[in-house]
């Protein structure tokens, strides 16, 4: 019996088997990836480099994709704010699935009240769906980058320590862990050798799907003006700030971060539920 | 298991998880830096006068489990104390504002009905170029966050071409249905896109099940195939993920509903979020909780009703 | 009165090298019961499916299938439709899958009859209630969902819903390989006794011999999309004249001979991306010349036995006490 990767329901069984369209996305991620990793020398301009002079110019050769009603160089603040805007959801998955497989690990394995625990804190913390715990948290810390991040990886911590518990459950009734166990090898050993390697694909499937959620949540929490201070470049909140030039009738410096938003998430789940499905499929 | 035992057992499922989640919601004041008078305080004039009034409202002198007690007492008497920033009973705030955020919801949860299941039903039957056109406009809705449609839908129809209004909530029915039809669109957006997948998975799965080609076998056409077995049977998938959708509509009204500058519950958690309104946020927090899990115990309660092989408290039989 | 004709009957389908069924000649009378044998792959359920028009996808059809002398093959929808709610009906396999588990099984009886505009609402629930009341069950029945009764009852159930349309033919695919042993029994009888009071045509697919020898007025022996041997049940079982059936006889345990050890076919049956020259068994044959690799046999009648036909080069050959060769 194999545990089946916990997705949200719209992305289950979401059939990306056409190869062009998983190679574009692979592509597109690297592209984001090496945009946020190597912004600061890519960025054409200082992406806070206020022009009042020039606010909502269209594209030039000075500025291709044109300027915001600030007068800041769109591209240079697309750029820069690929960076937090993954950093972000790097920040919410590396520590939900970190956090996630220790809890779920250890729940499985020990069992007993630590496991009744996790089922109630999981139970807890699924009636707060992701966005709202991180408002809740962030009216109380204020914003910033950091209480949004632990907040929604805190929201995201169930469904990776869930999925972590079916898969060690399942991996721990296979013959092999009782022979180490037999040999002398402590649960530790086992679970850090064996166990866990075995289970890593699944998880780390799971925790690209989650990326792209935690995009959108952190993305929606910018928006709001909850996110990252109000200066950083970031994509949501380029949103937030071209939605007043749309409104004036100059869509360019809004519309360009939206792009940005919905081609990542695209990317991201395309190329997430690729590999769930791989995954999956070689499990059976 | 009676239909009675199983409601009072889920109720006190439910009541056990509202108390813990109102704790965290009452102790997150707790966690704020600094003391919790100043924090409620959220710079405005400290003076002792101030401070006092604090004290005097929220008996901040007494033991935690005491406060909130009386807190949660307060609460279960409709009393969701006093607005910091309003100067007024939130109680009042939010039934002001909730009719807005219900029509919004409303709308944005038939949209969603209707152009799901449509769309997964002719995904599901059709399949082609229609199959593939509506996997690519469904893919791309997954990627789209309820306030990127906000914005884009505004730019377009409302600034653009202007259609519609460009925000606010409007005065009286029809005025407010006239506002609420691109936040409707917005906050549907993403999640016509899931549960078209859902449905469309969950009648493919069907399709290929051996009843359906008896069904056939036994002069039953094509249509009343798809209505009678493969739709129907789909149901009952598309229900489980009844409380997912309703939340999200719930949770996304807070983006949504400040993209548009419509006056609801929504945009009152953005406001009191950013003016540090402590009340405000804890009484919208605890209610938008308390309404998942009455979604989700209505869900429960549904589920029997569309698969008879799920009977109540005990999840689908085997085989 | 002959009510099921098949004819030169060939199923080809996508990417295959050889035609799934290559040739099948049927027939059904009224009032008769012929059995069609064989082992799982030979074409035996494909066979019985076609005779209500459900073809695979993709799949490409020759020569006749004809139900009442008309030709399924080449019906409009509505005459298909006529056939699938009237004159032929079948009982299949597992009735757990077959029947849907989220309708009331009255809905699953009287659907086809109700939906064609054949019977109103409540002659439609009057009729399903003598059904049932024919294969031995109360009107009761009407109102449960398929998990709340056995699976023996289900099949009772899908006899019913069979005989519903008043049909002339009635195709069984192994009704009862998905029943445990004793239900086996009730069901193989109430199939009998019922194609005997209702004088309808019984085409009984299986792939136990023992089963097929009880029912059956004929049988039909199928391999690799072709059939092998045809004649009266009792006949061929007494002196099988086809090397594959003497085979199959052989390994199927049987009470009146408990001498001797049982005979398992060495070798597997052809597949469908095998292209085959010559008779498809002649890989499994113990008595196959170069002949038989080369030149596939015609289903020919023997001579001195009436009624019998078989497809072997050598079926001078066979036919003596070959039942234990």
Redesign the interface.
């Known amino acids: 019996m194999t545990a089946t990767l916990l997705r949200r329901p719209g992305l289950a069984r979401l059939r990306t088997s056409r190869a062009p369209l998983h190679r574009i996305c692979l592509g597109f991620v690297a592209l984001v990836v090496l945009a946020a990793l190597l912004a600061p020398w890519l960025a054409p301009h200082d992406p806070n480099a206020v022009d009042l002079g020039n606010a909502l110019a269209g594209p030039s050769g000075d500025h291709p994709l044109g300027v915001d009603a600030s007068g800041r160089d769109t591209l240079a603040r697309l750029v820069a704010g690929a960076r937090t805007s993954l950093l972000g959801p790097l920040g919410v998955v590396a520590f939900s699935t970190l956090a996630g497989i220790a809890v779920g690990v250890t729940a499985a394995w020990r069992g007993g009240w630590l496991d009744s625990v996790l089922s109630r804190g999981t139970e807890l913390v699924f009636a707060f769906p992701g966005l709202l715990l991180a408002i809740l948290i962030v009216s109380v810390y204020g914003e910033g980058l950091i209480a949004p991040v632990v907040a929604l990886a805190i929201a995201y911590l169930p469904y990776v320590s869930r999925l972590t518990r079916s898969l060690v459950l399942a991996e721990r009734s296979r013959p092999y862990v009782e022979a180490y166990q037999v040999q002398g090898h402590s649960g530790l050993q086992i679970c850090l050798r064996h166990v866990i390697p075995g289970i890593a694909p699944v998880v780390l499937a799971q925790a690209t799907v989650n990326f792209g959620y935690a995009l959108i949540d952190l993305a929606g929490l910018s928006f709001l003006g909850l996110g990252v201070p109000a200066l950083t470049p970031d994509w949501g909140r380029m949103v937030f700030d071209g939605q007043s030039a749309i409104q004036h009738g100059y869509p360019l410096s809004a519309i360009l971060p939206c792009l940005a938003i919905v081609l990542t998430v695209v990317a991201f789940n395309v190329v997430g539920e690729r590999w769930a499905d791989q995954v999956a499929r070689r499990d059976r | 298991m009676s239909f009675l035992r199983f409601i009072v057992r889920r109720l006190l499922e439910m009541a056990a998880t509202l108390a813990g989640a109102s704790l965290v919601i009452f102790g997150a004041m707790y966690l704020a830096p600094g003391s919790p008078a100043s924090f409620l305080l959220a710079g405005r004039s400290a003076t002792p006068e101030a401070l006092q009034a604090v004290n005097a409202q929220y008996h901040l002198n007494d033991p935690f489990i005491v406060q909130y007690l009386r807190w949660a007492g307060q609460i279960l008497h409709g009393d969701f104390g006093r607005s910091i920033t309003y100067r007024t009973d939130v109680s009042r705030l939010l039934a002001d504002r909730l009719p807005a955020t219900l029509l919004l919801v409303a709308m944005a949860l038939v949209l969603v009905v209707a152009l799901g299941l449509l769309l997964g039903w002719i995904g599901a039957v059709r399949g082609g170029a229609a199959d593939s056109t509506i996997l690519i406009g469904t893919t791309v809705a997954l990627g789209t966050p309820s306030f990127v449609a906000a914005v884009l839908l505004q730019g377009l129809f409302a600034v653009k071409l202007g259609w519609f209004p460009t925000g606010g909530t409007g005065d009286g029915l029809g005025s407010m249905l006239w506002h609420l039809v691109l936040p409707a669109l917005a906050l549907a957006l993403y999640l016509i896109g899931m549960l078209a997948r859902v449905t469309r998975a969950a009648m493919v799965e069907v399709l290929g099940q051996e009843h359906v080609t008896v069904a056939r076998s036994r002069g039953v056409t094509g249509h009343q195939v798809i209505r009678r077995h493969v739709f129907r049977n789909a149901l009952g998938t598309v229900l489980t993920t009844g409380g997912l959708i309703v939340s999200t509509l719930l949770v996304c009204t807070v983006l949504v509903e400040t993209a548009f500058s419509v006056g609801g519950v929504g945009q009152l958690l953005e406001l009191s979020t950013t003016t540090k309104d402590f009340p405000t946020v804890q009484a919208i927090s605890l209610i938008l909780v308390g309404l998942f899990m009455a979604v989700n115990l209505v869900v429960d309660l549904l589920h029997p009703l569309v698969d008879p092989r799920v009977t109540l408290g005990a999840g689908r039989a085997a085989g | 009165m002959t009510i099921l004709d098949i004819q030169a009957y060939r199923l080809r389908l996508p990417d295959t090298a050889r035609p799934v069924l290559d040739g099948v000649d049927l027939t059904v009378r009224a009032g008769e019961t012929v059995a069609l044998v064989g082992e799982s792959g030979s074409g035996k359920s494909l066979t019985s ?1 076609s005779v ?1 028009g ?1 073809l695979p996808d993709g799949a490409t059809t020759g020569g006749t299938v004809r139900v009442n002398g008309e030709d399924v093959l080449t019906m409009t929808p509505e005459r ?6 009237g004159t032929a ?2 009982v ?1 396999q ?1 009735p ?8 009331r099984l009255g809905d699953f009886l009287t ?2 009859v109700r ?2 505009g054949r019977l109103a609402a409540a002659a439609a629930a009057e009729r399903a209630a003598e059904m049932l009341d024919a294969v031995g069950l109360p009107a009761a029945v009407l109102d449960r ?1 398929p ?1 709340q009764v056995s699976g023996g009852m289900l099949q009772r159930v899908m006899i019913a ?1 069979a005989l519903m ?1 008043d049909p002339a033919l009635i195709l069984a695919d192994e009704p009862t390989t998905a029943l445990d042993v004793t239900t086996q029994a009730e069901v193989v009888a109430l199939l009998g006794d019922l194609q005997e009071r209702f004088g309808t045509g019984l085409l009984f697919v299986t792939h136990d011999l023992g089963l097929a020898a009880a029912i059956s007025d004929r049988v039909s022996v199928m391999y690799a999309g072709r059939i092998v041997e045809t004649g009266p049940a009792e006949d061929l079982f007494d002196r099988p004249r086809h090397p594959y059936t003497a085979a199959l006889l052989a390994s199927t345990p049987r009470l009146d001979a408990p001498q001797g050890r049982l005979a398992a076919i060495e070798g597997r049956p052809p597949g469908l991306r095998e292209e085959l020259t010559g008779c498809p068994f002649a890989p499994r044959c113990p008595i196959a010349t170069e002949l038989c690799t080369e030149q596939a046999p015609a289903l020919l009648s023997i001579e001195a036995e009436p009624g019998r036909r078989t497809a072997c080069h050598h079926s001078d050959r066979t036919g003596e006490g070959s039942a234990d060769a």
């Open positions: 499916r209500l459900l298909l439709r006529d056939l699938r709610t009906a079948m299949f597992d757990r899958a077959a029947i849907n588990p989220l309708r659907e086809s939906l064609n969902y998990g819903a349309g």
